[in-house]
Each structure stands twice: as structure tokens, then as C-alpha cells.
């Protein structure tokens, strides 16, 4: 009797193991209710109680867990952990009140006539406790991820294309005049943001999409001729949704991917076209590059570029992030080198902020997130990031100058999506928001599976 018959699957039909299943499930969960960064979001409390769910899963059900010593992605998130657990420990009010900012609450303890009160470092202690339990978001993620087998880590980018797809197609709906109401995040009805609350977040979402699309179109031992159309449909879909977001940043970090790419897949379509005349791949190459100017120059014409519109109609003076800047260094210097507290930049630039920046909004963020990082966690915060710089930049330059074979497709991709991520930090805080927190940690494993990447078999392999 056929293992069919007796009820069991072919074997070539691979059952997903538990940790692939788990992170399915989350990712499923991020992308319905993920999109938003907001504390009071009810998005939040989806997200986090489906993250503990799976990590309890796994830890009754799953594998061995994988090892963090040797894992530079884990002792990061270890580390990031450790800011504000240490920021909320209470301390006494001898060293509080050597800490530098603090004199405003001394002299208001002081004219009330209380004693000075044990205080965490953190001067928003509620903001740095919410703080802490957002990172069970990419604490689960790694450890779904990094529970993976190399087969499920390469089934990886399928899966994250799918909730990419899934985002534009929403964005899509939304530009087209329905007003999509998510009640698990803080959007606004008239933008084109899909599932996220910020249109420059879903803007990046698109562009790390025009990364993972060249990966899935090209990877397997054997190209598959079908998967070239799919791949020019789906890149230029995804650019011109992001002209239609009306994010002026995702514009470049668009044009920036498109290019990383044709990088990343560049090899493997000139190998494919080894036996054709030698000038067929830039003339592929430069059709594509025209296919997509035709298209852009249409959405122009027919006024659906909303982000070339705003990008010409910006005035400097008037943007929030120039305006707000000086604030933001001043605040910078009064709190370092220990911080004013991890997540409390709201309620603390409203306390420093100067009266010709009052207006009916809130300025939510620095719109920096490296510097609002020094602001928050102090020179412990900066030596973080600098630290994740570094082993970013040389595990970058390991697979980069690596030799052109297939197998360094996932290291590559994870470092390109993490330079997106850190370029769009710059102005913005994506990685704030749970879905690309997710997103981020899964291309530091990408990144970090340089090891993998060898001559040798792989477990179960026969030599």
C-alpha cells in the first residue's frame, strides 16, 4: 500500500517544521495589526500577545533553541534589552539627581516641600516599560527564524513577498478612493500607507519588496523562464506604488533598491543568458529601466505621482524635521552622555520645545533615529549603534566581496535590506515599527548565515 493511501503525505511534499509555522503565524499577525508604533494602538496588544504565544509554542513544542553566544544578531537584541531594563531600575536620590536634565524635577520636589524620591534614570518610565515589551516583537523573531533549517530559511523571502504583495494590494484599494479604516493602527484615511500608519513606512515595505522580488524570481538550481515577466510586473507595480504613497523618501529609497536589485540578480540572469549574444542583458536591462520611465512619466501626466508632487512642492522652512533639529541637539547635549529615558521623546520635547514651533500637531519623533537613540539611551545608546554599524558593515563587505555564486543571495539581500532600513533611519523611525522590526531581524539572520555558505554538505546531504 502507497504512503498515500495510507493516509500520509508524499515525501515530496515537505510538512512546514514548527518554528516555520510559528513564524507564518506572526508575520500573518504583524501585517494585519503591525503597522503602527504608537504605544496606545490596539494593534499593540495583537502583536505582543501573538509574539509570546509563539514563543511559548516554541519553547513546549519547537527544536533545541538556537545559540545566542555565537550569534552577533542575538547578543544585539540582548544588549538593546538590557537599555532600558537598566533605565528603570530605581535609583537613589543622591546619584538621580547628578544626573544632567534633571534639575527642573529637583527644584519641583524641592518647592513642594516632599523629600526626593528614589527615581529610575529614565524620566518617563512609562514610555521606557513599553519600550522594553515591544521587543518581544523581534525577540520572537529571532528565535522563530533562527530555529529554521536552511531549506525554510530559503522558502524565507517567498514567505516575506507574500505580506509585501499583501500590503500593496491595500495600498493599492486605498488609491483608488476607498477608505480602508484599519482599527489596529493610527492611519489616516485619505493616504495610501496600506497597513501602516506612516506612508514612509510602507514606502521603505515597498521598496525591501523590490529586493525580495529579484531573489524569489531567480533562486532555485535552474532558472525558471516564467518567473521574468512576474518579476518586471511585480518591481514595477511596487515602484509606482510608491510614487502613488506620496512619500518623497520612498521615492529614493525606491530608486536605490531597484538598482541593489539589478545587483542582486544580475549574475544569475547573465549566466542564464550565457549562450546569447553578449549584448542582450544591458538591452534587457535598459528596456526595463525605459518600461519603468514610460510608466512614471504616465502616472505624472495623469497626477498620480503624489510623491514626485510633494517632492517639488516641499519648502525646507516649513518642515518639522529642520525646524524641530536644533531642539533636538540641544536636548541631545543637556541629557548626555546618560539619557533622558528610551521612548519618551513626545513628552519630552514638549518640555523643551520653543514657542515659535507650537502648532495644533505633535512632533511624535526626532524623524532621526540614530540621533533620537542618543537622545533617549545616552553614550551606552551610541556605542549600540555603532557597534551594529560595524558588524553590518564588515559582514557586509564578506558577502559583497565574496565570489558570484547562488549561495550568497540570502547574506546579500539581508545586508541590502538592512542598509534601506538604516537609510531610512535617517529621517524617519521605521524600525520602530513592529512589522519592519521583524522584517530587520530576519535580514540580520540572512546576513549572519555567512557560515552556511560553504563547499560543505549540508546536514542530511549526502556527499
Known sequence: MSATSQGRLPKSIPLPSVPFALLAVLLAALWLAG?????????????RSVAWMTVIILLLTGPRLPRVRTDPVALLLLFTIALPAIQLVPLPPEIWQRLPGRDVFIQAATLSGQAQPWRPLTIVPGATL???ASLIVPIAT????????YDERRRLPGMLLCVVIATMLVGLVQFSGIIYDNPFINDTPWEASGTFANRNHFALFMAIGCLLVPTWGF???????WRLPAVAGLLLLLFLTILGSGSRAGLGLGVVALLLGVILSGQRIRKALTFYPSWVYPTLVAAFAAIIIAFVSLSVMADRAVSINRAFALD?????RTRGLPTVLSMVKTYFPFG???GGFDPMFRMHEPFELLAPTYFNHA???FLEIVLDA?????????AAFAWWGRASMSVWTAGLGRTYALPRLGSATIFLVMIASLFDYPARVPLIMAVTVIAGIWLNATAEVTTLPRRGQHL
Open 35 to 47: 503597522g503602527a508604533s504608537r504605544a496606545d494602538v490596539l494593534g499593540q496588544v495583537v502583536v
Open 130 to 132: 513599553n519600550a522594553l
Open 142 to 149: 529571532w528565535l522563530l527564524a533562527a530555529s529554521l533549517n
Open 219 to 225: 533562486a532555485g538550481e535552474r532558472l525558471a523562464y
Open 316 to 320: 525646507p522652512g516649513q518642515d518639522m
Open 340 to 342: 533622558s529615558g528610551l
Open 367 to 369: 524623524h532621526n533615529d
Open 378 to 386: 545616552g553614550l551606552p545608546g551610541a556605542v549600540l549603534v555603532l
